[in-house]
């Protein structure tokens, strides 16, 4: 726009020279910029595609209810108007009554039943006893009275409410459910019942047991890295192949020599029952013990190379300019190296720690079921119940937690790169 | 022999292979059973003689009953596998929401020839299992008789080995709480049913050991990591006969009809029948039954299993003296509700 505006009104001196070159700046800066876009579109679009759509159509479902609506078209628009008091009139009654015919013996009635059952335990026999019997023998006369007089529950205002509830496109139902709350039969939000609720407890064990795998990862990692950094080439190589030997073997295969090692009769246990160390066998796997060793073991490679590529570019000079300036050994370290170190800590850090996050196989075969992360419940609803709602809506909370954490961590670490380097 | 003619009666070699590989992909049929001893004594009775009548090859799986996997492939419609063994409430389940094929009988059976319970409308039933207790008789020097004596830590010491799932688990812990058998699922269908149940539970939580896998029970009592455990009786059998002193509690137990089933849309569905048609003929049920202990769904099977063998199945009129047939009507509707509260109790 400015510019449009300098060429009505030129400046006397060189108009035409300033204008012109800072149009054909502003041209290549354009230019450039499309080339830059040229060159990371393939990987952008591929992004989009097989990143980020599937993850949007996957958190879609969380909220997504399509089965009511789809199974009981007439029922839906009957009760659009509803006033969710008493019971609908008999229009309503008469399309259910359609619906039901009509629906007899499909899958999405089936679905539809199996939905509205995840809320009230009773209403899939109702629906699919219902429709069996309006097949069977379809009624005359007026279709409320006949529809209560097949069963009492269609007379009762809690059965049409759940029915009307589910008729939405969109529910809260499942994102209700992994936060431990519900609603109840007038449609207000209350807690889940004594002792059904877990998925509170289970995320706060998620983000524990990640927290302090990854406070393991830093304090066993760390001294490994400064060694790998400060040791000759040669065999700082042979001890760098031992860190990344780990990466280069399955993770089950893994997990299952852990189980081997640390069972009651396994080699620690007959190693320390020999020494006569102890003389019952300690109890190592199938707890969080097992969970924690083997976890540690798998992301400590993700730890040390963070750090190690941080330490390596940190020169050996701060730290004997501290000593020869009179500060001692510790000090030094603490006060020069260890803020220089920092960035990989962090990075590492947050690798493993989202990384721990989202693990499932170590737990579910070295844990108990106190062990069992949220991943674990991921997998539960979308193997054996075939609950994707409730599948997509843990999943949907975890990313909302790790994009909180990560903002907060940005916060905090972001910027100590800039820090320590103004030091 | 020069070396070209050499490469090319390779490459011939190669392509032969590569033409038989191909063509058995087409003509083979996928069947997923229960794996284990299980599946080791259907290939005896039924794989083998399908595969020596019509000449074609099966590739077997295992899975362990969850239904994600082929309800995933019959969206999708990439059905690969052609006929799956199914537990009956998962079976009813899948046949109401389309999962699985409605069968039509005149291509496996006469169905007066079956129990009624294994003539169903997406499975046919070729087997009885039953869910049943047993015991390490080298780790307990008293046999324990009853649900109760499973559940009473003080008298009989040790850990328990249970089934992950509310399926049987609550309908033992109700007996073991005093239930009669008949009134179990009466009783389990109330609110106040289940909390006790769970409640009952909660006792013997801490010295429970979960299995998820048929081929468990046995090894964690074999190993001594459990001293008692509930199980498939067929798996214990087979672990008796590997000589392992184990032995069976067949009081309150609760005996199942397993059925295979043909997912919808499974492309080779005149093969399937013909499979089907193999699991029918009483002969074969017969030997199946003398490889694992479970008991035949044809009619004239029964009559020709010889009397020892016939009173350490399920279908025994002693072993079904106490027990109970899962009641699938039950588990259909109360499945995913009780299933997922079994999960967050068990994760507490």
């Known amino acids: ?45 591929f992004l989009i595609f097989t990143f980020l759509w599937p993850i949007i159509g996957l958190l879609n479902k969380a909220v997504d209810n399509p089965e009511v609506h789809t199974a009981l078209p007439a029922t839906t628009k009957a009760l659009a108007g509803w006033s969710q008091q008493g019971l609908p009139d008999e229009a309503a009654y008469a399309a259910l009554q359609a619906d039901l015919i009509q629906a007899k013996g499909s ?30 023998e379809p009624p005359t006369g007026p279709a409320k009275a006949a529809l209560i007089e097949m069963d009492a529950r269609w007379g009762e205002s809690d059965t049409w409410q759940l029915v009307a509830r589910n008729a939405r496109a969109h529910t809260d139902h499942y994102l209700l459910t992994a936060l431990d709350l519900r609603r109840d039969e007038a449609g207000h939000i209350v807690g889940a019942p004594e002792g059904e609720g877990v998925f509170l407890d289970v995320f706060g064990r998620t983000l524990w047991m990640s927290f302090v795998v990854t406070l393991c990862c830093c304090v066993l990692g760390f001294p490994v890295a400064y060694l790998l950094a400060r040791l000759p080439a040669r065999t700082s190589n042979l001890l760098m192949i031992c860190v990344l030997l780990p990466f280069w073997t399955s993770i089950l295969v893994r997990v299952a020599a852990w189980i081997v090692i640390l069972q009651d009769g396994g080699l620690v246990n007959q190693a320390l029952m020999a020494l006569g160390v102890i003389d019952q066998p300690l109890h190592l796997v199938f707890n969080r013990i097992g969970v924690y060793i083997s976890m540690v073991h798998i992301l400590l490679p993700f730890m ?27 000090k030094s370290f603490w006060k020069v190296y260890f803020p220089m170190t920092v960035p990989g800590l962090a990075a590492g850090g947050i690798l493993v720690f989202i990384l721990s996050i989202g693990y499932y196989i170590t737990p579910a075969l070295l844990g108990g079921p106190k062990e069992q992360m949220v991943s674990y419940f991921v997998a539960f609803y979308t193997n054996e119940t075939i609950n994707w709602g409730m599948a997509a809506a843990l999943s949907a909370l975890l990313l909302v937690a790790i994009s909180v954490l990560y903002t907060v961590y940005n916060r905090l670490v972001g910027n100590t790169t800039f820090a320590a380097k103004s030091r | ?59 077997k799986g295992e899975y362990n009953g969850e239904q994600a996997k082929v309800k995933a492939m019959v969206e999708a419609k990439q059905v690969s596998w052609d006929v799956v063994e199914v537990e009956s409430p998962e079976l009813a389940r899948g046949c109401e929401e389309g999962v699985y094929e409605k069968l039509d009988y005149s291509k496996i059976g006469n169905k007066k020839d079956f129990l009624p319970a294994a003539v169903t409308e997406c499975g046919f039933g070729f087997f009885v299992w039953s869910t049943v207790m047993a015991y390490n008789a080298d780790k307990l020097k008293t046999a324990p008789v009853t649900w109760a004596d499973f559940w009473d830590v003080k008298k009989f010491p040790g850990k328990r080995g249970m089934r992950k799932g509310a399926k049987y688990t609550l ?7 005093g239930v009669a058998p008949n009134d179990v699922y009466k009783v389990l269908g109330t609110k106040a049913g289940v909390d006790r149940a769970f409640k009952k539970l909660d006792q013997l939580k801490a010295n429970i050991q979960w299995w998820e896998a048929g081929a468990q029970p046995p090894q964690l009592l074999a190993s001594g990591d459990v001293v008692m455990s509930t199980a498939f009786n067929g798996r214990i059998a087979g672990a008796q006969k590997e000589g392992k002193n184990l032995k069976i509690v067949w009081t309150g137990n609760i005996y199942d009809i397993e059925a295979y089933a043909i997912p919808k849309g499974a492309p080779k569905r005149d093969l399937s029948y013909k499979f089907l048609a193999a699991l029918a003929k009483p002969e074969n049920q017969k030997v199946f039954s003398g490889e694992i202990p479970y008991g035949p769904t044809h009619v004239k099977a029964m009559g020709q299993i010889e009397p020892t063998l016939a009173a350490t199945l399920p279908t025994a009129p002693a072993n079904m003296k106490t027990a109970i047939a899962t009641n699938t009507a039950f588990w259909v509707e109360h499945g995913e509700d009780l299933e997922q509260r079994f999960h967050a109790w068990a994760a507490k």
């Open chain 2, 1 to 59: 022999m020069s070396v070209s003619s050499r490469a090319f009666s390779a490459l011939a070699i190669a392509a032969g292979l590569v033409a038989a590989g191909t063509s058995q992909a087409q003509s083979s049929l996928t069947v997923i059973s229960f794996g284990g001893v299980n599946q080791q004594a259907q290939i005896k009775a039924f794989y083998e003689p399908f595969t020596k009548s019509t000449q074609i090859p099966l590739v």
């Open chain 1, 304 to 330: 040390i190379l963070p750090l190690y590529s941080v330490m390596k570019g940190i020169s050996p000079v701060y730290l004997r300019a501290a000593v020869s300036l009179g500060c001692p050994p510790f």
């Open chain 2, 171 to 177: 309908e033992f812990a109700l007996m073991a709480d």
């Open chain 1, 1 to 45: 726009m400015s510019s449009i505006a300098m060429a009505d009104t030129p400046p006397p001196a060189l108009p035409v020279q300033t204008t012109s070159l800072k149009a054909q700046l502003r041209r290549a800066e354009r230019l450039k910029k499309l080339r830059y876009g040229a060159l990371i579109a393939p990987l952008a679009l």
């Open chain 1, 107 to 136: 899958e999405e009635l089936a679905a539809a039943a199996k939905r509205l059952n995840m809320e009230r335990t009773g209403m899939r026999s109702l629906i699919m006893n219902s429709a069996r019997k309006l097949a069977a």
